[in-house]
């Protein structure tokens, strides 16, 4: 069984950056990665996707503002957020589109005042 663990959510200011990681304990080489997140009340939805080689797309909310990145060697997903808004406010998932795909649990990002 594959786990896929996130990490660095926090509480941070609007205009603020934050950067979240996401570890997987097997290879992610050869398979597309992606963050999602999901607001009280809302569906889970797309932030960004790296494919297995290197092509990224991003939700028009965050494009400029968010940069996805992927280290196959150390099985890990990073997204970069700057200039963040209080409309960002969500639980983030990391996605591993690897045999039936792998979902972490999540980390929660609050954009506060």
């Known amino acids: 069984q594959v786990q896929v663990v996130e990490s660095g959510g926090g509480l941070v200011q609007p205009g603020g950056s934050l950067s979240l990681s996401c570890t997987a304990s097997?290879?992610?080489?050869?398979?597309?990665m992606g963050w999602y997140r999901q607001a009280p009340g809302n569906q889970r939805e797309l932030v960004a996707e790296?494919?297995?080689?290197?092509?990224?797309i991003y939700a028009d909310s965050v494009l400029g503002r968010f940069t996805i990145s992927r280290d196959n060697v150390k099985n890990t997903l990073f997204l970069q957020m700057n200039t963040l808004k209080p409309e960002d406010t969500a639980v983030y998932y990391c996605h591993l589109a690897r045999d039936l795909g792998y979902w972490g649990k999540g980390t929660l990002v609050t954009v506060s005042s």
């Open positions: 790296v494919n297995s080689i290197g092509r990224i």
């Open positions: 097997a290879s992610i080489f050869g398979y597309n």
